[in-house]
């Protein structure tokens, strides 16, 4: 519940607004860091005594597409809060994995923490959403606001498009009313700036690529392990993920070549390797070779129904493999590689 060693540095100071919606949802997430931060009014402790609300806002969404800044927001209303408001900070995929219910979940939130962040919250599935319902009725209920960053709108809640129900009145309702609803906009900043990437990427012919890899392999020490994309792909299906994901951040470094995305399954099975890694504060260093580059692998335009859904999950994938690793066109025996923009 504690917010990951990749962002524990970060605040509003060091975000760097690209557009005026970033540099919007930067003042909206400071307003919100400062009234929370502050002790409530007595207006506000006898409205909230009387059942008449609070003032200040329910929560905050902020949504938009990968690699715009919204989780270095999310972390800096955290790191701005925190020790003086006791902050939750854990990522959807938390959430979801959770057996019991809901409002259990929720309360045992509530008993410990004044405020929740949510990080990445993903709509595929209507379970899920029904679960997110349940945590947000219960820490409205108890008082606890939430943060939340997401790469969908409100509108586009799988249970917002099942008809008029009860679920999509309260999410309409609960996000687009209570909360103050951000859109963070903006190029990829993985891919358009420059960040500190410890992985090299290769892309291109099978041979050039392998040898690019081979000659960093050899360079390197501690541990390390070197395997294909299909080697990958067979230990999601035979290994628990809790249980790979120790397992390879027990490496030092890890090698993956020639990586193809064939299927939807493909594409989730490295989406959840991939993501895991990234967020994991003792991730090895990763290196993989591709014929194609990260962004050609799953494109969500090449796809529809389910698969366009993952295929959009699974361009924060790639945004974070840019994070990860600089990528890199190799090419003929004696020349250089050349790095992709």
Known sequence: MTLPERFRDATFESYEPQTPSQAEALQVAQRFA????????????????????????????????????????????????????????????????????????????????????????????????????????????????????????????????????????????????????????????RRTRAVQRSGRGWIGPPAATRRAMRQVRADVSGNARWGSFADLRRATTETAHTDLIIDLVALDHLFVENVAIADTDDAFRLLRVVDALYLHDEA??????????????????????????????????????????????AVREGDSSEQMQ
């Open 34 to 189: 400062a009234e929370w931060r502050r002790d409530a009014s007595w207006r506000e402790q006898l409205a909230h005594l009387l059942g008449l609300g609070d003032e200040r806002p329910r929560g905050l969404y902020l949504v938009g597409p990968a690699g715009t800044g919204k989780t270095h927001l999310l972390a800096a209303t955290y790191n701005a809060l925190t020790p003086a408001v006791p902050c939750a900070f854990l990522h959807s995929s938390m959430l979801f994995r959770q057996t019991v219910p809901p409002a259990d979940f929720a309360n045992r939130l509530a008993d410990e923490y004044a405020l929740c962040c949510l990080d990445e919250v993903e709509i595929d599935d209507p379970a899920n959403e029904m679960r997110l319902a349940g945590v947000m009725k219960t820490l409205a209920d108890r008082s606890v606001p939430l943060v939340a960053t997401s790469n969908v709108e409100p509108e586009q809640y799988l249970s917002t498009q099942l008809g008029d129900g009860r679920m999509q009145r309260f999410l309409r309702r609960e996000v687009r009313e209570e909360y103050r609803v951000v859109g963070v906009r903006g190029d990829d900043y």
């Open 284 to 329: 090895p260093t990763l290196y993989f070779t591709a014929e194609q580059p990260p962004g050609e692998w799953f494109d969500p335009e090449q796809h529809a129904g389910i698969a366009r859904a993952v295929a959009e999950k699974f361009d924060r994938t790639v945004s974070r493999l840019h994070a990860l690793c600089e990528v890199h066109w």
